[in-house]
Protein backbone atom coordinates (compact mmCIF):
# COMPACT_ATOMS: atom_id res chain seq x y z
CA UNK A 1 0.00 0.00 0.00
CA UNK A 2 1.59 3.66 -0.57
CA UNK A 3 0.81 6.36 1.36
CA UNK A 4 0.54 9.69 -0.38
CA UNK A 5 1.52 12.28 1.64
CA UNK A 6 2.65 15.21 -0.92
CA UNK A 7 -0.13 15.59 -3.37
CA UNK A 8 1.40 19.12 -5.33
CA UNK A 9 0.09 19.98 -8.88
CA UNK A 10 0.26 16.65 -11.23
CA UNK A 11 2.73 15.51 -9.13
CA UNK A 12 2.58 12.84 -6.30
CA UNK A 13 5.13 11.51 -3.29
CA UNK A 14 4.07 8.74 -1.63
CA UNK A 15 5.87 6.17 0.71
CA UNK A 16 5.39 2.53 1.02
CA UNK A 17 7.03 -0.64 2.41
CA UNK A 18 9.61 -2.60 0.22
CA UNK A 19 9.95 -6.09 0.71
CA UNK A 20 13.80 -6.55 0.01
CA UNK A 21 15.42 -2.90 0.10
CA UNK A 22 16.00 -0.76 2.73
CA UNK A 23 16.53 2.91 3.07
CA UNK A 24 19.51 4.77 4.19
CA UNK A 25 17.68 4.78 8.05
CA UNK A 26 17.53 1.07 7.56
CA UNK A 27 14.12 0.81 7.37
CA UNK A 28 11.81 -0.74 4.56
CA UNK A 29 10.18 2.47 3.66
CA UNK A 30 11.01 3.55 0.26
CA UNK A 31 9.62 6.79 -1.31
CA UNK A 32 7.73 7.08 -4.67
CA UNK A 33 7.60 9.48 -7.15
CA UNK A 34 4.67 9.88 -10.14
CA UNK A 35 4.38 12.23 -12.76
CA UNK A 36 0.57 12.73 -13.01
CA UNK A 37 -2.02 12.12 -10.57
CA UNK A 38 -3.94 9.73 -12.99
CA UNK A 39 -0.77 7.10 -12.58
CA UNK A 40 -1.57 6.51 -8.73
CA UNK A 41 -2.89 2.88 -9.86
CA UNK A 42 0.07 2.51 -12.34
CA UNK A 43 2.12 3.37 -9.45
CA UNK A 44 0.32 0.37 -7.09
CA UNK A 45 1.11 -2.08 -9.74
CA UNK A 46 4.51 -1.00 -9.64
CA UNK A 47 4.89 -1.51 -5.86
CA UNK A 48 3.68 -5.40 -6.68
CA UNK A 49 5.87 -5.75 -9.32
CA UNK A 50 8.88 -4.46 -6.66
CA UNK A 51 7.92 -6.63 -4.01
CA UNK A 52 6.74 -9.65 -5.88
CA UNK A 53 10.42 -9.96 -7.51
CA UNK A 54 11.72 -13.44 -7.87
CA UNK A 55 14.99 -14.56 -6.05
CA UNK A 56 17.01 -14.50 -9.05
CA UNK A 57 16.25 -11.50 -10.18
CA UNK A 58 17.12 -9.82 -6.83
CA UNK A 59 19.92 -11.96 -6.98
CA UNK A 60 20.79 -10.14 -10.61
CA UNK A 61 20.08 -6.75 -9.17
CA UNK A 62 22.66 -7.02 -6.48
CA UNK A 63 25.22 -8.74 -8.33
CA UNK A 64 25.05 -5.98 -10.51
CA UNK A 65 25.48 -3.56 -7.37
CA UNK A 66 28.75 -6.09 -6.54
CA UNK A 67 29.90 -4.94 -10.10
CA UNK A 68 29.41 -1.05 -9.20
CA UNK A 69 30.92 -1.55 -6.07
CA UNK A 70 34.14 -3.63 -7.30
CA UNK A 71 34.09 0.08 -9.65
CA UNK A 72 35.12 2.18 -6.50
CA UNK A 73 33.50 5.40 -6.10
CA UNK A 74 34.45 8.59 -4.55
CA UNK A 75 34.70 7.18 -0.88
CA UNK A 76 38.15 5.72 -1.34
CA UNK A 77 38.71 4.67 1.89
CA UNK A 78 35.88 1.87 1.64
CA UNK A 79 36.76 -1.78 0.34
CA UNK A 80 34.06 -4.02 -0.87
CA UNK A 81 34.67 -6.73 1.65
CA UNK A 82 34.74 -10.25 1.10
CA UNK A 83 30.53 -11.60 0.12
CA UNK A 84 29.06 -14.99 0.72
CA UNK A 85 26.53 -14.27 -1.56
CA UNK A 86 25.58 -11.55 -4.12
CA UNK A 87 22.57 -10.16 -1.69
CA UNK A 88 25.26 -9.53 1.03
CA UNK A 89 26.24 -6.53 -0.63
CA UNK A 90 22.67 -5.04 0.41
CA UNK A 91 24.16 -4.48 3.49
CA UNK A 92 25.72 -2.07 1.83
CA UNK A 93 23.75 0.17 -0.07
CA UNK A 94 20.46 1.70 0.59
CA UNK A 95 17.70 2.62 -1.90
CA UNK A 96 15.92 6.18 -1.89
CA UNK A 97 13.05 6.36 -4.27
CA UNK A 98 11.26 4.63 -7.33
CA UNK A 99 9.92 6.50 -10.10
CA UNK A 100 6.92 5.62 -11.86
CA UNK A 101 6.23 6.77 -15.76
CA UNK A 102 2.90 5.39 -17.04
CA UNK A 103 3.82 3.79 -20.32
CA UNK A 104 1.07 3.85 -23.75
CA UNK A 105 0.63 0.05 -22.31
CA UNK A 106 -0.18 -0.09 -18.84
CA UNK A 107 -0.07 -3.63 -18.65
CA UNK A 108 4.31 -3.21 -18.91
CA UNK A 109 5.26 -2.96 -15.53
CA UNK A 110 8.59 -0.54 -15.83
CA UNK A 111 9.82 1.66 -13.13
CA UNK A 112 13.20 2.66 -11.67
CA UNK A 113 14.77 2.00 -8.44
CA UNK A 114 17.05 4.76 -6.92
CA UNK A 115 20.03 4.02 -4.58
CA UNK A 116 23.24 4.17 -3.09
CA UNK A 117 26.22 2.61 -1.48
CA UNK A 118 29.37 2.78 1.09
CA UNK A 119 31.71 3.05 -1.73
CA UNK A 120 30.30 6.63 -2.29
CA UNK A 121 28.45 6.46 -5.81
CA UNK A 122 24.69 6.41 -7.10
CA UNK A 123 23.50 3.28 -8.13
CA UNK A 124 20.30 1.76 -9.40
CA UNK A 125 18.33 -0.49 -11.29
CA UNK A 126 15.64 -0.42 -14.33
CA UNK A 127 12.39 -3.03 -14.57
CA UNK A 128 10.99 -2.99 -17.77
CA UNK A 129 8.35 -5.51 -18.30
CA UNK A 130 8.63 -6.94 -14.92
CA UNK A 131 12.16 -8.19 -15.88
CA UNK A 132 15.44 -6.75 -14.87
CA UNK A 133 17.00 -4.39 -17.91
CA UNK A 134 19.98 -2.55 -16.24
CA UNK A 135 21.53 -2.27 -12.99
CA UNK A 136 24.19 0.91 -12.47
CA UNK A 137 25.52 4.18 -12.39
CA UNK A 138 23.06 5.05 -15.29
CA UNK A 139 19.95 4.19 -14.55
CA UNK A 140 18.43 7.26 -15.41
CA UNK A 141 20.14 7.46 -19.06
CA UNK A 142 19.17 3.58 -19.45
CA UNK A 143 15.60 3.79 -18.43
CA UNK A 144 15.25 7.18 -20.67
CA UNK A 145 17.05 5.67 -23.48
CA UNK A 146 14.23 2.49 -23.99
CA UNK A 147 11.68 5.26 -23.68
CA UNK A 148 12.75 7.46 -26.68
Known sequence: MIHWFHRQDEAWEGRFKSRFFRNEDNQKDLLIYIEHSSAAGYAKKCVKSLNSLPESTVT???????????????????????????????????????????????????????????????????????????????????????NS
Open 60 to 146: AICEGIVQSAKQGGLNEKWELPPLERATDILQYCWFTAVYVNVPDDENNINYIVEGEGKWGEAVGFVIRQNQLAYVGEDYFDAFNHE
